[in-house]
């Protein structure tokens, strides 16, 4: 349907927080004619003073322009919005780069694509102060046709990567990419209570640890490349090694009087693949208890 669209698209916004402000500024910064709509009123008033036209109602918005795109607090306030505006969604595409679960991704997915419009969700990979510079970048799933046909306003927010036909997918990704956030994250602050404890500050310690962490990202692509493979054999680090190292930070970090609750269940995974009889594998086997099918 859209894939015949031709010629600058017509934009909406729904929901103008933090995100929502950033992607209409940048679509109106690049001379689209947006439209915006936002819950509480106040919100668009800095749009408007770049040019946005602003709407009375979600389906006003929807009414307004051949490209939707949402962004508000959860996937069922996207339903709320969208739902009486159902008749005038057919021919349209919506993108939604609302942050929710595959489970609502495809949920709603099927609603919008029952309505006549075509639906691409999206995982948004930038904080509003950097959407639209080169380090932001977008995973889309969903419509491809859809897609392809709005790229050039879309890439405007970011770098787009279109990661499959299943609406669910980048919300799949998404879950993934930031679980390994988390992670980080975790570390993080572990890291610097431990340090903490024998007066290191964290402004003191973390320019070693993004030394090393940095490296240590580089190492990702090859344990990945082993994990795809299946295959183990290393002569970089072992799980043994690991699993030595991991249990004298433990040890370290509850002599200091700290819960180890964050990395024990890692030292968790290296004992299970050790007993399991894989001491001299590759660290990243771990996954595989994990997975439960070592
Ligand atoms: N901020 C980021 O860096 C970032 C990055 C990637 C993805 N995201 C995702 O983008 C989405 C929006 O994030 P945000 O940072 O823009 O959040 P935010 O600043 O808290 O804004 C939330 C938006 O949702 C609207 N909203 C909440 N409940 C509503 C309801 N019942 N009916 C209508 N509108 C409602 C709010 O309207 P009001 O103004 O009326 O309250 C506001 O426009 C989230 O899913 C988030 O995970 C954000």
Redesign the pocket.
């Given at each position: 349907m859209n894939a015949t669209h031709t010629g600058p698209a017509t934009i909406s916004v729904?929901?103008?927080?933090?995100?929502?402000?950033?992607l209409a500024g940048t679509f109106l910064g690049k001379g689209h004619r947006t439209t915006v709509w936002?819950?509480?009123a106040g919100?668009a008033d800095r749009l408007v003073a770049q040019g946005a036209r602003v709407a009375d109602s979600?389906s006003a918005a929807v009414a307004d322009a051949d490209l939707v795109v949402v962004?508000?607090?959860?996937y069922?306030?996207v339903r709320?919005?969208l739902l009486p505006a159902a008749d005038g969604l057919a021919g349209r595409t919506v993108v939604n780069?609302?942050?929710?679960t595959p489970e609502t991704a495809r949920e709603l997915a099927a609603w919008v694509t029952d309505q006549g419009a075509a639906y691409v969700d999206g995982?948004?990979?930038?904080?509003?102060q950097t959407?639209g510079t080169a380090s932001a970048f977008v995973l889309y799933s969903g419509d491809e046709a859809a897609y392809r046909t709005y790229r050039p306003a879309l890439d405007l927010l970011g770098d787009g990567v279109f990661v499959g036909a299943a609406p669910e997918l980048s919300s799949v990704y998404d879950t993934a990419v930031l679980s390994g956030m988390y992670g980080l994250f975790a570390g993080f602050f572990q890291a610097v209570a431990l340090a903490g404890t024998e007066g290191i500050t964290a402004a003191a310690l973390t320019p070693q640890l993004v030394r090393w962490l940095a490296g240590a990202a580089e190492a990702l692509p090859g344990f990945a490349d082993e994990i795809d493979r299946g295959e183990y054999a290393t002569t970089t680090s072992t799980l043994e090694i690991n699993q030595v190292g991991l249990r004298n930070i433990l040890a370290t970090t509850e002599a200091q009087g700290l819960p180890t609750d964050l990395l024990s269940p890692l030292l968790r995974l290296f004992d299970d693949q050790v007993n399991a009889g894989h001491a001299s594998a590759s660290l990243s086997r771990a996954v595989e208890s994990l997975r439960g099918d070592r």
């Open positions: 729904l929901g103008l927080g933090n995100l929502g402000q950033a936002n819950r509480s919100k979600p962004a508000v607090l959860d069922a306030t709320e919005l780069l609302t942050t929710g995982a948004v990979y930038a904080v509003p959407v």
